[in-house]
């Protein structure tokens, strides 16, 4: 590893590194990825082992402070987030400003942008108080804000939060219930919903993360970054690739197909690519994708969803694509994206809420990098160089003597 900025001081280095495949930009002791052998460690911490023995709110708790919390340190955190999942009631006038055809993630990056004004208390960045609040403030209302752009999103209600539910089971009830039915979630898909949570909640420095840290760097409020990281997330190459994915896998229809589609995938005069494969990390297994996968067949047996064709088209692309020698040349493995979608499908999620699901599970992320940035002290604002190929220096021309 070589210390660019030592050499920089001494005037004699310049480095190019177009989507920083070998830069790095941050000292960081939040999350480890091996993507060789295909690891991600929170803290030190197995994502596997995460996935089934531990639950979202306890991850999160271990991403924003280092250790697994002691039985009296959940119970704490736990009663702080729920005490903060209610929106400012203000808050539904801002939602009824948006068209009804909006997308869910176009809604929550410009709500997400806007408590900066219903909770310009948090705001004030030197103030390590109101930092721990807004960090708390974010995780609680993040599931609220999403649930709310789906109710908006297909004319329902808003579904308050409810506080003697734990987190993804609130969730999915302010998703899902309505005031004339009875609705009670289960708690296997409450299972399944805190999993898709706890494998997205932090991923290191990826684009969305440096996204949060680069906003961050010029001293901006702690909404303003992350609703730029929400932004950043809903590219197709980053979190949208889950929605991207499952359209994709509904497209291809029937496992007869798949031979085609690899083979558009390979051709490089085809803009094409599989969705849900391939990873600037990891260069195998993403250990997220085979948790995921399990999770799938879990869910649709419990809903009684046998022979799902979406299913049954991934399974048979996975396969086909890790057999094919153009996937294993370039390392390209299926990523997190490939079967969270039909999950989610399964639980009755619209494509369009994939992102928004994912930008609430990686809230915690986001603002555990945030806050680790700001207690560096030797942190500098974000300002990367670039390598000019424009013009020279010419005169300015009169019009008179142009063309
Ligand atoms: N299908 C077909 N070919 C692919 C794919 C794919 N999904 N991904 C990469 N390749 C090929 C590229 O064409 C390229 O080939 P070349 O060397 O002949 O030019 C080579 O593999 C390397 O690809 P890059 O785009 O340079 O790799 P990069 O690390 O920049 O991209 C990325 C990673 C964006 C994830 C890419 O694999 C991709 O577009 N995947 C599909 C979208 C996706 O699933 N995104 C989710 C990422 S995970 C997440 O954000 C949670």
């Known amino acids: ?10 005037g004699d280095v310049f480095t190019h590194d177009p989507g920083f ?7 960081s002791t939040i999350t480890f990825i091996d993507g060789d052998k295909g690891e991600l460690l929170h803290r030190g911490y197995p994502i596997d082992q995460l996935a089934s023995k531990s639950h979202y709110l306890e991850v999160c708790y271990l991403l924003l402070y280092g250790e697994l919390p002691t039985a009296a340190e959940m119970e704490k955190f736990e009663n702080t987030i729920t005490r903060h999942t209610m929106l400012h009631e203000q808050m539904t006038y801002f939602y009824r400003g948006f068209r009804r055809d909006a997308h869910p993630m176009a809604i929550i990056v410009g709500v997400m942008g806007a408590m900066s004004a219903f909770y310009h208390d948090s705001t004030d960045i030197s103030d390590p108080r109101q930092r721990e609040i807004a960090t708390h403030r974010l995780i609680a209302k993040m599931p609220t804000i999403v649930a709310w752009a789906f109710k ?6 808003f579904v308050y939060p409810r506080n003697d539910l734990d987190y993804a089971a ?4 302010m998703c899902f219930s309505v005031p004339a039915e009875d609705y009670e979630v289960s708690p296997v898909l409450a299972r399944a919903m805190d999993r898709i949570f706890t494998l997205h909640a932090d991923h290191e420095q990826n684009a969305s993360t440096s996204t949060v840290r680069l906003a961050s760097s010029s001293g901006a409020n702690p909404f303003a970054c992350i609703a730029a990281g929400a932004a950043c997330l809903w590219g197709p190459a980053h979190g949208g690739a889950n ?4 359209e994709m896998l509904r497209e291809i229809g029937t496992v007869d197909k798949i031979p085609e589609y690899i083979a558009r995938a390979k051709d490089k005069d085809d803009p094409f690519r599989l969705m849900g494969f391939g990873h600037r990390v990891y260069k195998n297994f993403d250990p997220r994708a085979k948790v995921m996968k399990e999770s799938a067949d879990e869910v649709l047996d419990l809903l009684g969803i046998h022979d799902n064709p979406t299913l049954q088209v991934a399974k048979e692309l996975e396969r086909q694509a890790l057999e094919d020698p153009y996937f294993a040349e370039k390392k390209l493995f299926p990523n997190v994206d490939f079967y969270s979608g039909i999950i989610l499908e399964a639980m009755g999620f619209p494509t369009s809420m994939f992102t928004p699901i994912f930008a609430l599970s990686r809230t915690v992320g986001w603002i555990s990098q945030w806050k680790e940035q700001l207690s560096d002290p030797a942190h500098k604002i974000g300002r990367p160089r670039q390598l000019y190929t424009g013009h020279p220096f010419r005169d300015y021309v009169e019009v008179e003597n142009r063309g």
């Open 1 to 10: 590893v070589i210390d660019i900025r030592k050499l920089y001081a001494q």
């Open 21 to 27: 495949t070998s830069t790095s930009a941050c000292e």
């Open 152 to 157: 908006y999103s297909i004319g329902q209600p």
């Open 170 to 173: 609130n969730f999915l009830n």
């Open 243 to 246: 929605q991207a994915c499952l």
